[in-house]
């Protein structure tokens, strides 16, 4: 049951061709990324970053959200009311330091405090409470929504950095994996040319056309191509099993790569220059790169921090003041009167600052220091942009050259078969022929497997890897 969903899930899901002759199941790169970035429990929980970003701008947000407030307590002895008292009402705070309240107090009783004793029907106030000191232009909750909002995006940017990290992993095991299988035929193909090349010289050494020392190196040809072909079989084999760790269905199931499941033959793609809008990238990164938005945003929640604290240097002074009002007939205003209110001041401060100024100094510390990694993460950023983008170059112009080179080397086994065919070539030289062009077909698929794994990089480096995964095929 499991194979069979996995071979429907991958033929599904990855859009995969067949090939009819051989029922191989090709897997593009694009469709292999794409199925990474969709069902991977890591793009799960790369999105799990947004919501974490949202829920703490809600629970900042919250510190403003008006309150309904009641207060109720009576006491009863000896069939006697010592005391009933009732206040309830409604805060509502506001950004800018200033909270109104609002509401209805009814106290009564034998033994109430002279101070709660208010009319038969009840008192109706509404107030406003105005910070003068500490607080005036900014207080904590104004500072936690900032903070909150600037975290909010630097989930976002955490986000992509997951996404980005993500996307160049599978990237490059999908690039181990291309490398492994291409090489895996060339062996293969070479192990089948020395074995035929040992049955003919047999054959012939039968015939008394070959000396009989020849099957002996023939055979020696054979068994060296066939460890080569078991050592890349197994690297092909590591390289599937590496491929099947990206491969999950919603994020819970894991999948298996089937064993026809294939990536394209080398001489059906084709490596890729870099594009020249890279460098006008690279010139631009500073602003758009993740990390480097992460590394700025956290700069900005400390500079909102600094100022709150450089606020809490300031005395506290609050004003509030209350009218007041008793409900006639059950209407308000009723009586209302200027003469009739509440009011009162609060000053609060310390003496000698020292928890104040000493939380200011350490967080102009982290300031200072998350500024100075800043600027090297900026140098670093740039340094490795450079750096994919010549290696991508690089690796480009070598793999054109090697192309060529492998041709040559085609060419020249080619003209010694024909020369071995009609006895003018010794087996020695055929085989010294052939692991030339050997060498050559597998240094041109290493040199094209960096130049796509540099293009990953690259767009790693500039940190839109997870936006722009696609490459030729």
């Known amino acids: 049951m499991k194979s069979y969903l996995t071979l429907v899930l991958l033929a599904l899901a990855l859009g995969s061709t067949a090939r009819p002759a051989d029922s191989l199941v090709v897997i593009l790169y694009d469709d292999f990324i794409a199925m990474v970035t969709e069902h991977h429990p890591l793009a799960a929980v790369a999105q799990l970053k947004l919501s974490e970003g949202e829920a703490k701008l809600l629970h900042a947000k919250g510190a403003f959200d008006p309150k309904l407030y009641t207060q109720y307590s009576q006491k009863d002895f000896n069939d006697t009311e010592y005391y009933s008292i009732f206040n309830g009402g409604v805060k509502i705070p506001t950004w800018f330091g200033l909270e109104f309240r609002g509401g209805y107090e009814n106290n009564q009783g034998e033994y109430l405090n002279p101070e709660l004793t208010n009319p038969a029907n009840g008192l109706v106030y509404a107030g406003v409470s105005l910070t003068l000191g500490q607080g005036l232009f900014i207080d904590k909750r104004r500072a936690e929504l900032k903070k909150a909002a600037l975290f909010q995006q630097i989930t976002e940017a955490e986000q992509q950095i997951l996404m980005n990290e993500l996307v160049l992993e599978a990237g490059l095991g999908y690039w181990n994996w291309f490398r492994a299988y291409n090489s895996l035929l060339v062996h293969r193909e070479a192990f089948n040319r020395a074995h035929e090349r040992y049955q003919g010289v047999k054959d012939m050494a039968i015939l008394g056309e070959r000396p009989a020392i020849d099957t002996v190196e023939a055979h020696i040809q054979v068994q060296n191509r066939q460890l080569s072909l078991a050592q890349a079989e197994m690297e092909f084999n590591n390289a599937s099993a590496l491929l099947s760790v990206y491969l999950w269905h919603e994020g819970v199931v894991p999948l298996e790569l089937t064993p026809n499941a294939v990536p394209p033959v080398a001489d059906e793609i084709t490596v890729t220059p870099p594009p020249a809008e890279l ?105 490795k942009v450079t750096e994919a983008i010549n290696m991508w170059h690089t690796t480009k112009v070598q793999t054109d050259i090697y192309r060529k080179a492998v041709d040559n080397y085609a060419r020249l086994l080619d003209g010694e078969k024909e020369l071995f065919d009609s006895g003018e070539s010794s087996l020695f030289m055929i085989n010294s022929r052939e692991m030339g062009y050997i060498k050559g077909r597998l240094k041109y698929i290493d040199l094209m497997t960096k130049n796509f794994t540099s293009a990953l990089k690259t767009r790693f480096s500039l940190g839109i890897l997870a936006e722009r995964p696609e490459l030729p095929q």
Do not use: C, M
């Not at 006008?280 to 700025?296: C, F, I, M, W, Y």
């Not at 956290?298 to 809490?312: H, M, N, Y």
């Not at 020292?354 to 500024?371: D, H, I, M, V, Y």
């Open 279 to 383: 460098w006008q990238l690279r010139d631009s990164v500073l602003n758009t790169h993740p990390e480097l938005q992460k590394a700025g945003l956290t700069i900005a929640r400390l500079e909102v921090e600094k100022r709150w604290q450089k606020e809490q240097l300031k005395p506290v002074v609050n004003l509030k003041y209350t009218p007041l009002a008793e409900p006639v007939n059950g209407n308000f205003p009723g009586n209302f009167s200027l003469n009739n209110y509440t009011w009162g001041l609060e000053f609060k401060f310390p003496l000698f600052l020292r928890k104040e100024r000493g939380n200011l100094r350490l967080t102009e510390a982290k300031l200072q220091q998350n500024q100075l990694q800043l600027s090297q993460k900026q140098a670093r950023v740039r340094y």
